[in-house]
């Protein structure tokens, strides 16, 4: 038992590890501007995942719309996870249409849809991307594996290649999320003093 632990400990090592590549960086710098800049004109997130990676979206949304790191004013984010609303719309359209009613529900031009799927093959979600974008929503994927037939639809996309399982790469997914959070807080919020000696 011993050994898998270790195995399972260096497994999660290399995925966060992962972050430091320069395509990670610069998807995390991406997305830390595209969504302040959504903030800054009053716009709003939509995100969605299925199973943990929903997990994941609930958790992107509450460390908006709550805080992260201290005080502040609320982001406007939303998690498309609402019981009732999934429940009808996959019983009576189908479950491929979960998020994409949502997003045409809720989404307006200039929001910004983020999908979060590990192997980037979720129906539910291809279909969100593109009802994002014909209603003029701007998209990101945090994708996996190979990126699936998810990759190269998103204005920006994040692919965590090299494991078998969802698990190392959420973990990865959530590390990112948290730095872009701290990132996203730190443009719009931080003392004028402050973000002119981060430049320098």
Known sequence: MRKAIIQAIEDGIRAIEFLKHPQSLTFIEAATLSIAECFRQGKKLLIAGNGGSMCDALHFAEELTAQFRGPRPALPAIALSEQG???AVGNDMGFERVFSRGVEALGQPGDLFIALTTSGNSANLIRAVQMAKEKGLKTISFLGKTGGALQGQSDLEWIVPGFTYSDRIQEAHMTAIHIII???????FAPKETLAHAAL
Not at 182 to 188: I, K, S
């Open 182 to 188: 701290e990132q996203v807080e730190g443009l719009l």
């Open 85 to 87: 609303f999934l429940t």
